[in-house]
């Protein structure tokens, strides 16, 4: 796993550090409500960017943005996923942030 490129931003009169992940978990993820779950924790923690299926039907995509806090513990949390996955592998991509969305998607399969 790289590491995050760095980005700050002032908030609240704090500097944050601002990243970007691309993440690809592996295993059984598909069927057993990874999506919507991804979804609710992103939210809790404040993290924007997307979900999806990928057509193999074993792999679950995202993008995370926000905090690197933020974004770590999704990315944690997607290590197990919710109650009947078995997340086999997850690859993590730091990319540059790019502040591109407003909250946290599930896409269409792709």
Known sequence: MGQPLKVKKRIYSQDVELVRAHI?????????FFRQS???????????GWVRN???GRTVEAVLEGPKDAVLKVIEWARVGPPGARVEDL???WEEYKGEFNDFSILPTE
């Open 38 to 48: 991804m979804k609710d924790v992103a939210n809790k923690y404040g993290v924007k």
């Open 91 to 93: 690859e993590v991509k």
């Open 24 to 32: 690809f978990v592996r295993g059984k993820v598909q069927g057993v």
């Open 54 to 56: 990928r057509r193999d």
